[in-house]
């Protein structure tokens, strides 16, 4: 039982942060008219794959806290690092998952809050959750070293680059060729 638990857990969340990224970059894309075509391609699939993103990232975080209890119980052989670090890296990833759960009830419902909450605060959070999210995925995530350290960085990087090349753009210091249409 915890074998078959640990492969679904790790399929779901080699699933869950590809999701989860292109759910950050197509909402980078989403409000933002001067990258044309990848604007228009956003505003088509972004709720959709991030709500796609949130229901395979719960996914992942219910199969594992089963994992993770079956390694604390013995049940299932502990990882090739410390059970403290396993733990700290478990418990990276369930501030991932609240910091996203609260941007998704923001985002459903803002007036569940004291104050209606605008887009950017939802968004901090979408944003605060994928940030712990990547930082679970590189803290135990080891299972796949040589997979996730080289796009890891990579991609993360790319992400910064397209958020400080949409700032540039919504401040007009930078004209994006996409322009045109």
Same mark, same amino acid.
């Given at each position: ?42 505003? &088509? ?30 049940? =299932? ?34 007036? &569940? ?6 887009? &950017?605060?939802?968004? =901090? ?7 712990? =999210? ?31 090349? &949409? ?15």
């Amino acid at each position: 039982m915890s074998e078959l638990v640990w492969l679904l857990d790790r399929g779901a969340a080699l699933v869950a942060y590809p999701l989860l990224y292109l759910a950050v970059l197509t909402g980078i894309f989403y409000n933002t008219e001067a990258f044309g075509i990848l604007h228009r391609g956003a505003q &088509r699939v972004h709720i959709e794959l991030s709500v796609f993103a949130m229901i395979v990232t719960a996914l992942h975080a219910g199969l594992g806290i089963l994992d993770s209890w079956f390694v604390v119980t013995g049940q =299932a052989p502990a990882p090739a690092y410390s059970l403290s670090y396993f733990l700290g890296g478990v418990a990276v990833g369930v501030g991932a998952l609240l910091l996203l759960v609260v941007a998704v009830l923001g985002f459903t419902d803002a007036t &569940r809050f004291d104050q209606p909450w605008g887009p &950017r605060v939802v968004h =901090a959070f979408a944003y605060g959750g994928f940030v712990f =999210a990547t930082l679970h995925a590189a803290a135990i995530g080891t299972d796949l070293t040589g997979l996730i350290a080289p796009l890891l960085g990579s991609t993360v990087t790319f992400l910064v680059y397209v958020l400080l090349l &949409r700032l540039l753009v919504l401040r007009g210091t930078v004209a994006v060729g996409a322009t045109a249409q």
